[in-house]
């Protein structure tokens, strides 16, 4: 029997169907919500004292002090140093190309810099765009650590020109992975903490007797770290509210099922509630992985947590043509989007929402977690209806610019004082004809 979801367009019941895969349940919302309000509320009230208590209690950490809890830049250029070549290798290569993606992103939104021009009245009316000044990143670090997340973040932040870049990542039982040092090191990140959880996000969001406060929180997590940036959300800005992983794959006969079948472990691996989809008009190819995942499951490392997740997420669709399969995909608007299709540029056009997409099949959805240049901070659970992958523009403010001429004033006063009259507010009205008075 297979251990996926087998679904077609055919059915009458497909709509309903494809609701409930998309469906997370979220029975202890309001119990993870009243717990994170406690802990934000503790480190408000307490700072670095509630920080170490709650590492302690959460991580079971042995410091006594938030001191204890920073790693120094010598102890980051120690870990770059005994790394092994090739993951040093393969960490500088892939940062080069990050940031080499985010430098041509920063030069195609005009590089970024100020912009004005003058009207012929001779009012000079632009905008200026600043970097950010300190940043805070949020690394996951629970079951597994990830490099690759310090580099997907902390890059976009420095091609911004951001002056200062403060990261926290969990350390359970006190493990500290050098790899994720040896990145932090390599994309210079200025200050680095060893907390995680809400605490570390209410650290950040209202600094405490060590621990800097930010203008900014960035980086996926957990439940509890999503809630608690929903919850300090208006007091520090946000990258998003992150949600599981998810994958949709849309395939034809072209493509290797083996292929297929390790895109998709290799999305469902990350935990239990991510998400991999393939869709396609070929009956045959999705009954070929269907009995190549009952046949690759075993042995797998992460073989219990694929097999949750393609169980209970997981899914394999069925359409009668490629409007069925662009119009699921366009619903689903998946953080992921794998085209392995021989017409993968015709069907593109057909796409409106995803955070990434990874066109033709040498294009494997992995390749954009480590190595290929866009960050992998990316919308999830739909959100790529309205939201982006994290880049350099999420790391910068624009301020409008407005510099009236004694002549443009007159027009631009009177103007605003007669909207200003209507809408009932008499200083703004005054306010603006002063300057029509002369």
């Known amino acids: 029997m297979s251990a996926i979801k087998q679904l077609t367009t055919l059915d009458p019941q497909f709509a309903a169907a494809l609701d409930g ?15 994170v309000q406690d802990i934000i509320a503790d480190v408000r009230a307490r700072g670095d004292a509630a920080v170490v208590e709650l590492s302690v209690k959460f991580d079971r950490l042995t410091a006594t002090s938030v001191a204890e809890l920073e790693i120094s830049q010598a102890r980051m250029a120690l870990a770059y140093e005994r790394i092994e070549p090739l993951v040093r290798a393969a960490l500088e290569a892939s940062i080069a190309r990050v940031r080499r993606y985010h430098e041509e992103q920063k030069a195609a939104f005009g590089g970024q810099r100020d912009w004005s021009y003058e009207d012929d009245e001779g009012n000079l009316l632009g905008q200026r765009v600043q970097a950010m000044q300190r940043v805070g990143i949020y690394v996951p670090g629970g079951k597994a650590a990830y490099p690759s997340s310090v580099i997907m973040t902390t890059i976009p ?63 996926p997590g957990n439940i509890y770290v999503a809630t608690a940036k929903e919850i300090v959300f208006g007091d520090v800005g946000i990258d998003m509210i ?101 017409n993968a540029d015709e069907f593109l056009a057909r796409v409106k929402h995803a955070g990434a997409v990874f066109i033709g099949n040498h294009s494997a959805e992995v390749v954009g977690d480590y190595s290929a240049g866009p960050s992998h901070v990316l919308p999830t659970s739909g959100t790529a209806r309205f939201a982006s992958a994290l880049g350099v523009y999420d790391f910068q403010v624009r301020s409008s610019v407005i510099r009236c001429s004694s002549r443009g004033a007159v027009s631009l006063s009177r103007d605003a004082a007669i909207l200003a009259t209507e809408e009932g507010l008499e200083a703004h009205s005054r306010s603006a004809a002063f300057r029509v008075q002369g």
Not at 162 to 180: A, Q, R, S, Y
Request: proline share 4%.
């Open 157 to 219: 932040a420095k091609v911004a020109e951001v002056e200062e870049v403060i990261l926290v990542v969990p350390t359970p039982d006190g493990h500290i992975n050098d790899v994720l040092l040896a990145a932090a090191y390599l994309c210079g990140v200025d200050r680095l903490f060893t907390i995680g959880g809400a605490q570390a996000v209410a650290a950040l969001a209202y600094g405490t007797q060590t621990i800097p406060r930010v203008d900014k929180i960035v980086g």
């Open 21 to 35: 895969l998309l469906a997370i349940q979220a029975d202890n919302h309001q119990q993870v919500y009243t717990t």
């Open 242 to 342: 992150a949600g599981p992983s998810e994958v949709v794959i849309v395939a034809d006969a072209g493509i290797d099922p083996e292929w297929l079948v390790m895109d998709m472990f290799a999305q469902a691996e990350h935990d239990e509630l991510a998400q991999a989809v393939l869709i396609s008009t070929d009956a045959n190819l999705l009954q070929q992985v269907a009995g190549l995942i009952n046949d690759r499951l075993p042995g797998m490392q992460r073989e219990a947590i694929i097999r949750q997740s393609i169980g209970d997420r997981g899914a394999l669709i069925l359409t009668r043509d490629d409007a069925e399969s662009a119009a699921i995909v366009n619903k689903i608007a998946p953080e992921h989007l794998e085209l392995a299709l021989t």
